[in-house]
């Protein structure tokens, strides 16, 4: 009797703690949610993948934006990188495509570049032509560090430099993909790579919210 009483006794509390577990899970998805909302709407416009939030002592969620390229047709990612693509494709018992590649094809998938000049945009930041040879070695498309060293060094503001941050890191990506396209031998036009790329792979874009928390010392 003792033993079905206990067996009873912790097959109740079992039960009990799924039952908070699952409601614990809920309000933790709740806010996930809440965060990811919240980060979708702040990082729009932005070339920033990642953003932080502070609670008290040493707690923080950081929200970061993924993005997953798959092929569907490596006979269409061959022909559209044609010499260079050993260079970015692996080729193992099946292929594997480089970080490089996945950058790529990311940016020209999501339409994520501008046409234009990097250098004409320098030029439009500043008429001195001595911190244009110096924002020609240090701007290399990477949104946050970009703005900075717009703010540091060209005196702008952080709204003036956020927008031409992201501006020149579009630009970047549009002579980047001209790069390759001319090296890998591309005859057509760049809105037709663009869209054979988008018949050959698929991009998914994900977003993951993380915690941490941290004793105190």
Known sequence: MENNNEIRMKVDRLAELNRQLAEVKREADTLKAWFENRATNELKDTKRKTIEYWGSGNSRVVVSNSETVKPVSMT??????????????????????????????????????????????????????????????????????????????????????????????????????????QAAGWEGTPQEAVDLLRAAVIVDEGIKVTVESKEEE
């Open 76 to 181: 269409m990612v061959r022909q559209l990188l044609g010499g260079v693509f050993q260079d970015f494709v692996k080729e193992e018992p099946s292929y594997t495509m480089t970080a490089a590649c996945k950058r790529l094809f990311g940016f020209m998938f999501l339409g994520n570049y501008t046409e234009g000049s990097l250098d004409d945009t320098i030029r439009a930041i500043t008429g001195d032509e001595k911190l244009q040879r110096t924002l020609r070695k240090k701007l290399k498309g990477k949104y946050e560090k970009d703005t900075e060293t717009l703010v540091k060094m060209a005196g702008l503001s952080g709204e003036e430099a956020s927008d031409w941050a992201y501006l020149t890191a579009e630009i970047i990506n549009w002579e980047w993909m001209l790069q390759i396209l």
